[in-house]
T-cell receptor
């Protein structure tokens, strides 16, 4: 079936270190969205990527969509305690259905 | 603008009982989603509406779960009878249209004892 792996499952970093999470698909994606969920909260939209090779930046966050539109990454530069949470990619395989990945849970060591 | 409203916020029931959740999406949003999120996992799509029609309900356990979207606005999700494994957070989300960003409600945390 259409599955997308998200790695790593957990990441513990020292405050100020960088963080990267990856979303990999076995099939081509129509587009990909990224969400952040704080502990006890609900997912909040971060970005949507549509074009092959697309790169978008939001302050310390950099989002990339692979050339083959099968993988994506989220990179955070110089993490802060406010970055704590679980980051999900959500994929559209072109069937109008948004499927969420398993998420990467980021914890920050002050 | 007002966000997605969900109620109740918490619900505790015993197995085999029934429960209903309510969702009011953002005004003007055509697409409405119900997701189930089990602790430590990503949200799993249960059903997706486009206006008042069902786009996808392939992962909805139809023997016990039902959902409707009245007049293409509010939606209710019902479980009857509940099982222990239904314990989860039920998230409602809406978007302007499919393929657009989702806005989530605060969710209903269901505990089945």
């Amino acid at each position: 079936g259409q599955q997308v792996m998200q790695i790593p499952q957990y990441q513990h970093v020292q405050e100020g270190e960088d963080f990267t999470t990856y979303c990999n698909s076995s099939t081509t994606l129509s587009n990909i969205q990224w969400y952040k969920q704080r502990p006890g909260g609900h997912p909040v939209f971060l970005i949507q990527l549509v074009k092959s090779g697309e790169v978008k930046k939001q302050k310390r966050l950099t989002f990339q969509f692979g050339e083959a539109k099968k993988n994506s990454s989220l990179h955070i530069t110089a993490t802060q305690t406010t970055d704590v949470g679980t980051y999900f990619c959500a994929r559209d395989f072109g069937n109008e259905k948004l499927t969420f990945g398993t998420g990467t849970r980021l914890t920050i060591i002050p | 603008e007002a966000g997605v409203a969900q109620s109740p916020r918490y619900k505790i029931i015993e197995k085999r009982q029934s429960v209903a959740f309510w969702c009011n999406p953002i005004s003007g949003h055509a697409t409405l989603y119900w997701y189930q999120q089990i602790l430590g996992q990503g949200p799993k799509l249960l059903i997706q509406f486009q206006n008042n029609g069902v786009v996808d309900d392939s992962q909805l356990p139809k023997d016990r779960f039902s959902a409707e979207r009245l007049k293409g606005v509010d939606s209710t999700l019902k479980i009857q009878p509940a099982k222990l494994e239904d314990s989860a957070v039920y998230l409602c989300a809406s978007s302007l249209n499919y393929n657009e960003k989702l806005f989530f409600g605060s969710g209903t945390q269901l505990s089945v004892l």
